[in-house]
């Protein structure tokens, strides 16, 4: 039998379905299969799928004949490919068009958009979904979704976050210190500033937890389009929040804060939320998608766009270190219980040889 040669193709997407692809490709690597990614360059430069033992193709984010062109040359030569997301799916899917090379598709996130242009992406999902041998979902609800787009085959994959590098052995209060929160509980966010992420909502429970003594400190993490009207909504109603954009040491400001604060209009498997749980510090999400099957009774979920419902659960935590306590031997103890990285890989593996394997034989 011929080694496996797969294709993995990224189209930008969320740091989740990157670090997916990262883990993946290293996996898969190690048990003796070939894997090419194609990503945009900076992925590369971000994750390094070259160190992770892949082949990396550059191709550039956008769906024009010169990037579709590249992605049919590479898939080619390979057993299977499988697409992470939907846009990245759509253009495989062209690449592909008379090729007889099986396409599986990951959804790792619902897609955002209403009126002409919901239309247009639900006409996109249909078209993605009814090519792929398998579609593979990260929630229950994307598999219905996918399902009722009219999938062949669609699958339940709950995908494992990689594990985090070990934190360092410095005390905590040393990132509290840098974010200015040394003496004042710290709230953390972490996510692009886009208008889905529910910032918004955010600055308004800010603007009614500030009557606390001490007042909490709301530090956001990451970096988009919506930063500069954010930042003049903070300075205009003198708020307790900082916008400090990207950072590499996301993990150490997780472990620093008393709280994180999740407050997207959907999730599939929250990367945060994972990561917060891991690390044992209490989560306040809303309560949509793939959060309360992710979570169970390990955080404090609340409708999304509800700031009072928010506020008020930041202030009962605040006030209640038995219950901070609580949920954070709960967050431990629920984590526990996710799929691991080698999980995730023995699935994948799984589907690849179904599909492929009568005609590696040789």
């Not at 191709?59 to 010169?66: C, N, Q, S, Y």
């Not at 994972?274 to 609340?302: H, K, M, S």
Request: contains cysteine; hydrophobic residues 45%.
């Amino acid at each position: 039998m011929t080694p496996l040669r797969t294709v993995q193709v990224l189209g930008g997407g969320s740091a989740g379905s990157s670090a997916h692809v990262r883990s993946l490709a290293a996996g898969l690597v190690a048990r003796g299969v070939r894997v090419t990614v194609c990503a945009p360059a900076d992925l590369e430069r971000s994750y390094d799928f070259g160190g992770a033992g892949a082949h990396h193709v550059p191709v550039p984010r956008r769906g024009d004949p010169a990037a579709v062109a590249a992605l049919r040359a590479v898939c080619a030569g390979a057993d299977v490919v499988h697409a992470h997301g939907l846009h990245a799916a759509a253009r495989t899917a062209l690449a592909l068009g008379g090729q007889r090379v099986p396409l599986v598709v990951t959804w790792h996130t619902r897609s955002q958009g209403e009126g002409a242009r919901g239309s247009l992406m639900r006409l996109l999902e249909r078209r993605v979904v009814r090519t792929a041998a398998v579609v593979l979902g990260t929630s229950s609800e994307l598999v219905d979704q996918a399902r009722e787009r009219g999938a062949r085959d669609a699958r339940l994959a709950p995908l494992a976050v990689p594990a985090a590098r070990p934190l360092p052995d410095g005390p905590r209060n040393k990132a509290r210190a840098e974010l200015g929160a040394a003496d004042r509980p710290l709230l953390m966010a972490v996510g692009a500033l886009v208008p889905h992420q529910g910032y918004d909502t955010l600055l308004d429970a800010a603007a009614a937890w500030r009557g606390l003594d001490p007042v909490p400190l709301l530090v956001v993490a990451g970096e988009g389009r919506e930063r500069a009207r954010l930042q003049r909504r903070i300075d205009s109603g003198d708020l307790p929040v900082h916008l400090v954009g990207r950072r590499d040491d996301v993990g150490e400001l997780l472990d620093a804060a008393d709280l994180v604060l999740l407050s997207s209009r959907w999730e599939a498997r929250s990367v945060l939320a994972q990561e917060t749980l891991r690390l044992g510090v209490p989560l306040v999400a809303t309560a949509v998608g793939g959060n309360p099957d992710l979570v169970g009774d390990a955080a404090e979920l609340v409708p999304y766009g509800d700031s009072v419902a928010l506020s008020a659960a930041v202030v009962r935590l605040l006030g209640d270190a038995d219950r901070r306590k609580e949920l954070a031997a709960a967050g431990r103890a629920q984590a526990a219980t996710w799929p691991t990285e080698e999980d995730s890989i023995a699935q994948m593996l799984s589907v690849y040889d179904e599909l492929t394997q009568p005609r590696r034989v040789r």
